[in-house]
């Protein structure tokens, strides 16, 4: 039973849904599947000119690079969840209204696609077939990118490009006959890789040229692409003068900045007739403080600029960056990485939504059709020590920080976490608790935290990972606190590089870890009104002792104080 109105239509579900019986029709859902383009007939996409073609039909593109929600980068493919994924691609297709997803295939042991010979475990193969065909049943067609994570590029002709162009061929065998796979895209950013940065950026294009050769010996259906993230490195020449444009059949590069989409395309269409994808783009909605504009109106500004270039000629379409922000208990909430989603954490929509959702291009069906069934990785074992911390207040401590944590006292020494870790404006990983803030060193000269490496167990090696910002020399910044002279006193330690003396009441406690770890005083024991009441404190680099009349020894509140004057609305 229903009932139109100018605005809108009422239905009676009583026998449905007897809770709530009177719901509005979905007109909306009605018109966006209205407008929509049909889909094109089945097959294989093919490249004519500058456009992609579908049984002789220009098509456009428009998808997402994608990782499941609750498993991002390698996650995906080590915890497997099929039916996660299956619904996940049927929203994206009905929300959304993509016809394209990429997915990023990992060549390193530890991702655990391949042996250390190039051999590529059986397990992994079947679930990228299951991810195929989970893109097929809701009429996607899939860009598969090769090598994802691979650091090191070998030599023509030696034994380490033979384990290359075994697991390339592994994978391209398996799917040449499959229309349900759009496109191979060879490499992801190789431009950003050390390898390259490092003046080889030639001898990586010409193994790009080589592996472009292995793919199309084995298929003439697929056409190629290489992801950049630099739209220049696309004309870097190999020793033999090819290309990465020349060697792709489709010229693919990567954009964050919107001011910059229209420029690129211009440049690009001067230098190439091929079609043009614009491969990745998007903007973070956070972290707060990692910069000024990692929000939700500017993504939905850098979406609306990308909707104004989506019809230019040659470019046949873009994938945005990515599905749905992941939890923060994964590390990767630490950066702006875990905040590209056009979905929140909470799986609700972000407003670039709209803009993403009013480009309509027509599903993309195939003819191959699959039955494998779906499975779920059996959980990871993990080591019982490198379980993060959960804290009531949905705070998490994992990693180097965790284990940093627990070696010099955990919540006594430090209070509990008050952020999630995140990259400060500067890319530095941090984190702050009651009592102090930590900072990464990630410099690949030092060595990182294992708890099974015996002679690392000293509060060298910790610190030399795991800085402490100088929250007390912070403090008294601006503060001018004369030097003494050493008074000679038995018991009284004197530092003669900051001209003040140590001890009664706080020498016992400074000397449980010592001057690496607290910093020499800062000051003399003086008496400094905290909260109200009168407090005993003397400042260290790291930190401030207190003592209220008798009472025990503690650690100044120096993280919350140093929170308080952040610019930054959320906590991470």
Avoid at 59 to 64: D, F, I, Y
Avoid at 383 to 391: A, S, T, Y
Avoid at 442 to 457: F, T
Avoid at 470 to 494: F, K, T
């Amino acid at each position: 039973m229903t009932q139109w109105f100018e605005r809108a239509r009422l239905e009676d579900h009583s026998t449905q849904t007897p809770t709530s019986p009177i719901l509005q029709g979905l007109l909306d859902l009605e018109v966006q599947t209205a407008l929509t383009p049909r889909p094109a007939q089945p097959g294989f996409v093919e490249v004519q000119g500058d456009k992609l073609v579908q049984q002789g039909h220009p098509v456009t593109l428009k998808g997402m690079n994608y990782y499941p929600a609750a498993h991002p980068w390698g996650l995906m493919w080590l915890e497997w969840d099929g039916p996660a994924v299956a619904q996940e691609l049927a929203r994206a297709r009905r929300e959304l209204g993509i016809n394209v997803v990429r997915a990023l295939v990992p060549y390193r042991q530890v991702e655990g696609w391949t042996d250390d010979r190039g051999n590529v475990r059986p397990e992994m193969l079947d679930r990228l077939r299951q991810f195929v065909q989970l893109a097929g049943q809701q009429q996607l067609k899939v860009i598969v990118t090769l090598f994802d994570w691979h650091f090191t590029i070998p030599a023509a002709g030696t034994v380490e490009e033979q384990y290359d162009l075994k697991y390339l061929r592994t994978i391209v065998d398996a799917f040449k006959d499959d229309d349900r796979v759009l496109a191979w895209d060879l490499h992801n950013e190789p431009d950003n890789y050390p390898i390259w940065q490092g003046g080889q950026a030639a001898q990586f294009v010409d193994w790009l040229g080589r592996m472009a050769d292995a793919t199309r010996a084995i298929d003439r259906h697929h056409p190629l692409t290489i992801g950049v993230g630099k739209l220049e490195s696309l004309w870097q020449p190999a020793p033999d003068g090819r290309t990465i444009a020349s060697i792709s059949d489709i010229v693919s590069f990567h954009g964050y900045d919107a001011a910059r989409f229209a420029p690129m395309l211009a440049e690009a269409r001067s230098r190439t007739s091929k079609p043009l994808l614009l491969e990745e783009f998007g903007w973070p909605t956070g972290p707060d403080c990692r910069g000024p504009y990692f929000d939700e109106p500017s993504q939905l500004y850098l979406y609306r600029k990308a909707n104004q270039i989506s019809t230019s000629p040659g470019l046949i379409g873009m994938l945005s960056w990515w599905y749905q922000d992941p939890p923060p208990l994964l590390s990767y909430g630490a950066d702006e990485n875990g905040h590209y989603g056009l979905y929140r954490l909470d799986g609700t929509a972000k407003p670039a939504i709209g803009p993403f959702r009013a480009n309509r291009v027509p599903a993309l069906p195939s003819l191959v059709a699959s039955s494998y069934a779906l499975t779920v990785a059996p959980p990871r074992v993990v080591d019982p020590r490198e379980k993060p911390i959960v804290f009531d207040d949905g705070m998490v401590l994992s990693g180097s920080f965790m284990h940093f944590w627990n070696f010099f006292g955990g919540e006594a020494v430090f209070g509990r976490p008050i952020t999630l870790a995140y990259r400060d404006p500067s890319g530095k990983l941090v984190q702050y608790f009651q009592r102090a803030r930590f900072e990464l060193n990630e410099s690949e000269h030092v060595k990182p935290i294992d708890l099974d490496w015996a002679e690392g167990q000293t509060p060298e090696v910790y610190l030399d990972r795991v800085h402490l910002t100088p929250l007390g020399q912070q403090a008294l910044a601006g503060r001018a606190l004369e030097r003494v002279a050493d008074p000679g006193a038995p018991g009284v330690r004197y530092f003669p590089q900051t001209g003040h003396t140590l001890g009664a009441p706080f020498r016992a406690l400074w000397e449980t870890h010592g001057e690496i770890f607290f910093g020499p005083p800062l000051s003399e024991v003086f008496v400094e009104t905290l909260d109200g009441r009168p407090t005993r404190v003397q400042y260290f680099t790291n930190f401030r002792f207190e003592q209220e009349g008798n009472g025990p020894i503690r650690l100044g509140l120096l993280g919350e104080d140093a929170l308080k004057t952040r610019q930054c609305p959320r906590p991470y």
